[in-house]
């Protein structure tokens, strides 16, 4: 299922949503320049690696880029894997995004983003800090505007399509049971994993399920905290 738009409108421009997009565009951008060995170079040193944050706080705090290696948690979640990788990110944030930066403005909802896609790499690291391969994406940061959007919205509609074979059907699902669902998936494979690292999760170098699940949990936490259910306009930053 892939959401295509909710039923929400936003009152305000949403500049930070369009500059995060902004931003890990580019930075794809430039990935595709890099050569294998280059792009795998890069990872290693601006993506989490379980490992080396395990380390470094042990002694070993700078990374290969002169940088602490705690700032691994932010510029990681600018990177990603392949086309598929960001195109689904950039959707999500496209959709749930603007309404939840509508609810906090536009500082808040910065700090906030960051704030859920460090907690989501924090919660994956705790899972498997001794791992080395690199966990990067911004699928943590949206998992947690995800979790604030259902806690916000749960009573709006999404608008979804839904692959049947070669046929292709849109449907309006609650954003309950939508995003109720993701979460709920995710929380299973983060389990999954757990038995079967092998094949599951980063040991594998496949999906960070654990970052999805923390990240949704922490953005349902945070959201309220930094004004999700403020009715005062004029209270808000932007």
Same mark, same amino acid.
Request: with cysteine; net charge neutral.
């Given at each position: 299922?892939?959401?295509?738009?909710?039923?929400?409108?936003t009152?305000?421009t =949403?500049?930070? %949503?369009?500059?995060?997009i &902004?931003?890990?565009?580019?930075?794809f $951008?430039y990935?595709?320049?890099?050569?294998?060995? *280059?792009?795998?170079?890069?990872f +290693? %040193?601006?993506?989490?690696? =379980?490992?080396q944050?395990?380390?470094s706080?042990?002694?070993a =705090?700078?990374?290969?880029?002169g940088f602490?290696?705690?700032?691994?948690?932010?510029t990681s979640?600018? $990177?990603?894997? #392949?086309?598929?990788?960001?195109?689904g990110?950039?959707?999500?944030?496209?959709?749930?995004?603007?309404n939840?930066?509508d /609810?906090l403005g536009?500082?808040?909802?910065? @700090?906030?983003?960051? #704030?859920c896609?460090?907690l989501?790499?924090? &919660?994956?690291?705790f899972?498997?800090?001794?791992?080395?391969?690199?966990?990067?994406g911004?699928?943590?940061?949206?998992?947690?505007?995800?979790g604030a959007?259902?806690?916000?919205?749960?009573?709006?509609?999404?608008? %979804?399509?839904?692959?049947?074979?070669?046929?292709?059907? %849109?449907?309006?699902?609650?954003?309950?049971?939508y995003l109720?669902?993701?979460?709920? /998936?995710?929380?299973? +494979?983060?389990?999954?994993s757990? *038995?079967?690292? &092998?094949? @599951?999760?980063?040991e594998g170098g496949?999906v960070?399920?654990w970052?999805h699940?923390g990240?949704?949990?922490?953005?349902?936490?945070?959201?309220?905290?930094?004004?999700?259910?403020?009715?005062d306009?004029?209270a808000?930053?932007y």
């Amino acid at each position: 299922m892939f959401p295509l738009s909710d039923d929400n409108p936003t009152r305000i421009t =949403p500049y930070v %949503t369009y500059g995060l997009i &902004a931003v890990n565009v580019l930075v794809f $951008l430039y990935e595709l320049t890099l050569t294998p060995e *280059q792009l795998e170079s890069f990872f +290693y %040193t601006w993506a989490v690696v =379980p490992r080396q944050l395990t380390e470094s706080f042990s002694g070993a =705090p700078v990374n290969a880029g002169g940088f602490p290696e705690w700032s691994t948690l932010i510029t990681s979640q600018f $990177l990603h894997g #392949g086309f598929l990788h960001i195109i689904g990110n950039m959707l999500f944030l496209w959709i749930f995004g603007n309404n939840v930066e509508d /609810q906090l403005g536009h500082v808040k909802f910065l @700090i906030f983003y960051l #704030g859920c896609g460090m907690l989501a790499a924090l &919660a994956q690291w705790f899972f498997s800090s001794g791992s080395a391969v690199p966990s990067l994406g911004a699928s943590g940061a949206i998992a947690g505007v995800m979790g604030a959007y259902i806690l916000r919205f749960p009573k709006a509609s999404i608008l %979804t399509l839904v692959p049947l074979g070669f046929f292709f059907w %849109t449907f309006r699902i609650p954003a309950v049971f939508y995003l109720g669902i993701w979460f709920f /998936q995710q929380a299973l +494979y983060g389990i999954a994993s757990l *038995q079967a690292k &092998a094949n @599951i999760g980063m040991e594998g170098g496949g999906v960070a399920y654990w970052a999805h699940a923390g990240g949704f949990v922490f953005g349902a936490i945070l959201g309220p905290l930094l004004g999700l259910f403020s009715n005062d306009s004029k209270a808000r930053s932007y």
